[in-house]
């Protein structure tokens, strides 16, 4: 398998990250379609069964766009995008978020509609193996049974999003360990309906709709951020990227830089680094100026893109600390 980002290629560490992440994408598609495929038998008129089923549809747009974003990342700069295409992954984060934005949304106006026009869902009955069977019964064992996965596959691509800076692989494992939420919901609304408490089941629908939404907003609004360039962060979006306190240190650590400051954007799972000094007597030698260029891409595997440029005075929007 190619463990080549750009024109980066990965330390061992992150190397076998990918492998793994690449695997369990696969797999948790293997296992998101037979869930839903399990729940097509059953969902009956129940609103929260189907707003779960349609929440497990668009589980799968992450872990597609991360499949499909990587063989575009993999691509060597070119004249006609000298950058490379890093930026795919954020693509494909901003599409995953807008469309379970929109789809979210409209999830919950059909159960506040529902609610309100008072329809009372109906869970009929089934024969299985010569036996009548309330159809709620399967619903509910269906959904007790598919949320075992999520809690392995979850974590497990957490792990991986911290050594490969991926958001979209932490926002996909986020999902996952969502995911527990949205089953015990549409129990919840299942057994309502059993108990003749029809409106727990829009209640469940709505509660689905809603984590559906919040996922779609913060994932659109995290893609777009990276896009327009924001100040790089932690993948995790929990802090500014610890890498700009040790670029800025070893920019000030040369005796030849007076002041320093930098500018990094994430362009997916790599940086690109602008880094400004201004030289202790005025001017600085080319030769140097390489020197501080390898000294920070030797900083991290990340550094994709690295200028060291000499001014008279820092630019304002550059961080100077960090």
């Known amino acids: ?11 061992p560490q992150q190397a076998q990250a990918l492998r793994k992440a690449v695997k369990i994408e696969i797999i948790t598609i293997a296992y998101t379609s037979v869930t839903i495929a399990l729940i097509a038998f059953v969902v009956g008129s129940s609103q929260a069964m189907r707003t779960a089923w349609i929440e497990d549809m668009l589980s799968l747009l992450p872990q597609i ?61 089934v024969v299985l193996f010569g036996q009548t069977i309330w159809l709620g019964w399967l619903m509910m064992g269906v959904m007790a049974v598919i949320v075992i996965g ?6 497990y691509k957490a792990k991986l999003a911290g050594p490969l800076h991926n958001k979209l692989l932490h926002a996909d494992a986020a999902m996952a360990k969502a995911d527990w939420q949205t089953t015990v919901a549409s129990i919840v609304g299942v057994g309502g309906v059993g108990l003749g408490l029809w409106w727990l089941d829009y209640a469940a629908a709505l509660f689905i709709s809603l984590g559906i939404l919040w996922d779609g907003w913060r994932n659109m609004v995290t893609a777009i951020e990276d896009l327009i360039d924001k100040r790089a962060t932690s993948y995790d979006e929990g802090s500014v990227h610890p890498i700009l306190r040790d670029v800025l240190r070893t920019l000030r650590s040369d005796r030849a830089v007076k002041k ?36 920070i891409i030797a900083l991290d595997w990340k550094m994709q893109d690295v200028v060291v440029i000499p001014v008279s005075q820092l630019p304002p929007e550059a961080t100077a600390y960090a």
């Not at 398998?1 to 330390?11: E, Y």
């Not at 999520?150 to 974590?155: I, R, T, V, W």
């Not at 602008?274 to 080319?286: C, M």
């Open 1 to 11: 398998m190619d463990t080549r980002l750009g024109r980066t290629d990965l330390p």
């Open 65 to 125: 766009a991360f499949l499909v974003a990587l063989i575009f990342i993999r691509r060597r700069p070119t004249r006609d995008f000298p950058f490379g295409m890093h930026r795919a992954m954020g693509v494909g984060h901003l599409v995953a978020g807008v469309a379970l934005l929109i789809v979210g949304g409209n999830l919950a106006v059909e159960a506040v509609i529902g609610f309100i026009r008072g329809e009372h869902p109906t869970i009929g009955t």
């Open 150 to 155: 999520p809690f392995f596959y979850g974590s």
């Open 260 to 295: 320093a400051a930098v500018r990094v954007r994430d362009l997916g799972q790599v940086l690109h680094v602008e880094a400004f000094i201004v030289p202790r007597r005025g001017r600085i030698d080319v030769a140097q100026l390489e020197q501080l260029q390898r000294q």
